[in-house]
């Protein structure tokens, strides 16, 4: 049963997150292991089916009220707002959904656990297995995010709020976190361009750190594909794209063990 926030609403300033993030609020994961990432990999096999299929528009922008989530198969969308979002998530979230409009974007969904995103899984419901970057039950404390992709620009971009269950530095998002949604955000795109990758190589620099409870922008790019060789660059930015928290490298290979 889904327990949690009344969907269309907006949270109350509250918690660590708002208090440290004055100039904008903000919040995010790292390397999973080999078995989780083949799942979450086979996931995005689906999601690019979904990219094919979902009509324009997606589900209802976040101002409109309704008492249930967005479910598929009875799982819980969990890109869709929840109380738990800042103002900046909701904002880009908004842009973003409006831009999918036109059929340009599409709005990925995300559920808790790989394997929702595979039609017909036997063991669908039987698992324990939690996505890594959606492991923690409640709203806000983790990772809050939601991915667009746009397949002529062969772009994918996460808008991310990181949570307190998250620090690194005092106040600030771990960096294994920040190098989780580079991951997730290159591989992500990888996977909706040439089918299932792992990654082989990722080279971040980070530039500035990501105040827990602010908003971020992770916006990737596939640059070239070479054989089994997907080039991808990504940089993490802040909602207003006045700062760049990151800027990375990632090179993932097509594989068909996945
Ligand atoms: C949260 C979001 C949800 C939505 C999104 C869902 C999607 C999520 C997306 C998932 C994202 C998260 C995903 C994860 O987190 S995946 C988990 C982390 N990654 C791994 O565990 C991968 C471990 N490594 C391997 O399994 C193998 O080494 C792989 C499969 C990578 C290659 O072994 P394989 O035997 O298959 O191939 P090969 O060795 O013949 O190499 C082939 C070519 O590649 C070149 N090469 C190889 N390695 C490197 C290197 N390090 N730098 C530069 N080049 C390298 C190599 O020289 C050769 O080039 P060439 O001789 O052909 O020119």
């Given at each position: 049963?889904y327990?949690?926030?009344?969907?269309?609403?907006?949270?109350?300033?509250?918690?660590?997150?708002?208090?440290?993030?004055?100039?904008?609020?903000?919040?995010?994961?790292?390397?999973?292991?080999?078995?989780?990432?083949?799942r979450h990999?086979r996931g995005g096999?689906y999601l690019?089916?979904y990219?094919?299929?979902?009509?324009?528009?997606?589900?209802?922008?976040?101002?409109?009220?309704?008492?249930?989530p967005s479910l598929s198969k009875g799982h819980r969308d969990y890109s869709l707002?929840?109380?738990?979002?800042?103002?900046?998530?909701?904002?880009?979230?908004?842009?973003?959904?409006?831009?999918?409009?036109?059929?340009?974007?599409?709005?990925l969904p995300s559920y808790n656990t790989s394997v929702h995103h595979r039609e017909?899984d036997?063991?669908d419901g039987?698992r324990?297995n939690r996505l890594f970057t959606r492991n923690?039950?409640?709203?806000?404390?983790?990772l809050?995010y939601c991915m667009?992709?746009?397949?002529?620009?062969?772009?994918?971009?996460?808008?991310?709020?990181?949570?307190?269950?998250?620090?690194?530095?005092?106040?600030?998002?771990?960096?294994?976190?920040?190098?989780?949604?580079?991951?997730?955000?290159?591989?992500?795109?990888?996977?909706?361009?040439?089918?299932?990758?792992?990654?082989?190589?990722?080279?971040?620099?980070?530039?500035?750190?990501?105040?827990?409870?602010?908003?971020?922008?992770?916006?990737?790019?596939?640059?070239?594909?070479?054989?089994?060789?997907?080039?991808?660059?990504?940089?993490?930015?802040?909602?207003?794209?006045?700062?760049?928290?990151?800027?990375?490298?990632?090179?993932?290979?097509?594989?068909?063990?996945?």
């Amino acid at each position: 049963m889904y327990v949690g926030v009344t969907w269309g609403t907006r949270a109350p300033a509250k918690s660590t997150s708002d208090r440290l993030s004055a100039g904008g609020n903000d919040r995010h994961t790292s390397a999973a292991m080999l078995s989780i990432c083949a799942r979450h990999t086979r996931g995005g096999i689906y999601l690019c089916n979904y990219l094919t299929t979902q009509r324009a528009g997606g589900p209802a922008p976040c101002h409109v009220s309704t008492s249930q989530p967005s479910l598929s198969k009875g799982h819980r969308d969990y890109s869709l707002p929840n109380a738990s979002w800042s103002q900046n998530l909701q904002d880009l979230y908004n842009k973003y959904q409006e831009l999918t409009k036109n059929g340009d974007w599409k709005r990925l969904p995300s559920y808790n656990t790989s394997v929702h995103h595979r039609e017909g899984d036997p063991m669908d419901g039987e698992r324990e297995n939690r996505l890594f970057t959606r492991n923690l039950d409640k709203d806000g404390v983790g990772l809050e995010y939601c991915m667009f992709y746009n397949k002529a620009e062969k772009r994918m971009v996460c808008i991310f709020q990181p949570g307190p269950y998250l620090e690194g530095p005092p106040g600030f998002l771990h960096g294994g976190c920040t190098a989780t949604m580079i991951d997730s955000t290159a591989g992500g795109g990888a996977v909706c361009t040439v089918g299932p990758v792992f990654t082989a190589n990722l080279n971040i620099d980070y530039r500035n750190p990501i105040l827990l409870g602010s908003t971020a922008i992770a916006d990737s790019t596939v640059e070239k594909v070479d054989g089994r060789k997907v080039y991808t660059r990504c940089t993490v930015r802040g909602h207003d794209d006045k700062v760049v928290y990151a800027e990375a490298t990632g090179l993932f290979i097509k594989s068909s063990n996945l």
